[in-house]
């Protein structure tokens, strides 16, 4: 039996009184591919953060590669990209090389230059981004779309066992954004990494992820697009038509 790398059990989280998540339970196993979906203000970014224990939840339990939140300790088999992009400053000191090494932090056990390998590895990341060639740029120099794809590259240079995204894509145009859907899937099924990514595009995800994790405060459904495709709970949600459009398994 594998083991689950995320274990949510009966979750509720509130805000001001106000109840954002519901008694949410769900398992993640190794290489799953998450498309985690729901309308606006149905806490979809509060349940990622409860993942990283970054907000208190109010009940229930998480667990990262089977150890309570507030027992884990391997933060650099986790890699996170938050939801909004702060623009930097046009004269921010760092440069995009700079920026990416930073996520090679949560590996080191002590201070020190950067060796021969995380050069490699950096340069990598930026060449998989399709930016390489910006290496050398000021971040704050950068398009928005630009800078997005140089903090997607510090979440992933360390090679995370555990991918966790936070609507990625919103800040980038058509092109780079098929780029980025590649290499995410490219890390999934080739690095065997495994992916939970918040979307808003539900019409979409199906042909990236394996699972939707559809939540609206409470969990709605959770499981494949081929049983999501199946389910009348879904069909009466969003309709028959829809609900294919949503899938994807047509035509496949």
């Not at 008694?23 to 998450?34: A, E, L």
Request: proline share 3%; net charge neutral.
């Amino acid at each position: 039996m594998s083991l689950n790398l995320i274990d949510v059990r009966n979750l509720s989280f509130s805000y001001n009184g106000i109840d954002v998540l519901t008694d949410v339970s769900f398992t993640v196993s190794p290489g799953d591919y998450v498309g985690l979906a729901g309308p606006n203000g149905s806490g979809k970014t509060t349940l990622l953060k409860a993942l990283l224990g970054i907000v208190a939840t109010a009940k229930g339990v998480v667990r990262l590669f089977d150890h309570d939140l507030a027992d884990f300790r391997a933060w650099h088999k986790i890699g996170y990209l938050p939801q909004k992009l702060k623009a930097f400053n046009p004269h921010f000191p760092s440069t995009v090389r700079e920026i990416v090494a930073l996520g090679l932090i949560s590996k080191r056990t002590f201070a020190g230059r950067l060796g021969k390998a995380d050069q490699v590895a950096i340069d990598r990341t930026l060449e998989r981004l399709n930016i390489l060639d910006i290496r050398d740029s000021l971040i704050g120099e950068l398009s928005g779309g630009q800078q997005q794809r140089v903090l997607i590259a510090r979440a992933i240079v360390h090679q995370p066992k555990v991918i966790l995204l936070d609507e990625p894509a919103s800040a980038l145009d058509p092109d780079t954004r098929e780029n980025f859907f590649s290499t995410l899937m490219d890390l999934n099924r080739t690095d065997g990494a495994t992916v939970i990514l918040v979307t808003h595009d539900i019409g979409s995800i199906g042909q990236y992820a394996g699972k939707l994790l559809y939540i609206d405060r409470r969990l709605i459904f959770y499981g494949s697009f081929e049983d999501f495709c199946r389910s009348e709970n879904m069909t009466a949600l969003f309709g028959g038509n829809a609900q294919h459009i949503i899938c994807h398994q047509h035509g496949r």
